[in-house]
């Protein structure tokens, strides 16, 4: 089992940066594809961003691609996502999540491609 804890988020100004960490225990990842996602209120949980497992390549939503990175430190057990030039509509909980199938570098984009998830934590951008 595979436990994650996101940490970093907050209240912050349109134009501001964040930087969310996801911490795991329980298990090494450095072998798993990882994900942030998010979910704002009354919408569906979407696809932020992925990294494969050896942090070589990465995946990001049009909505974020330019603004966000997602990186990865294996011997922290520890993944990262930047967040630059946030704006009102980034405000949601952010997720963690690991997919621990094996794929290559294959790097999903659908919530159900993941099996181990964070509890989240709250992203509010003010304008």
């Known amino acids: 089992q595979v436990q994650l804890v996101e940490s970093g988020g907050g209240l912050v100004q349109a134009g501001d940066s964040l930087r969310l960490s996801c911490a795991a225990s329980?298990?090494?990842?450095?072998?798993?594809?990882m994900g942030w996602f998010r979910q704002a209120p009354g919408k569906e949980r979407e696809f932020v961003a992925a990294?494969?497992?050896?942090?070589?390549?990465?995946s990001y939503a049009d909505s974020v691609k330019g603004r966000f990175a997602i990186s990865r430190d294996n011997a922290e057990n520890t993944v990262y996502l930047l967040m630059n030039s946030l704006k009102p509509e980034d405000t949601a909980v952010y997720y963690c999540?690991?997919?621990?199938?094996?794929?290559?570098?294959?790097?999903?984009?659908?919530?159900?491609?993941?099996?181990?998830w964070g509890r989240g934590t709250q992203v509010t951008v003010s304008s």
């Open positions: 990294i494969s497992w050896s942090g070589g390549s990465t």
């Open positions: 329980g298990r090494t990842i450095s072998r798993y594809v």
């Open positions: 999540a690991a997919d621990s199938a094996w794929n290559g570098d294959y790097l999903g984009r659908h919530p159900n491609e993941y099996d181990y």
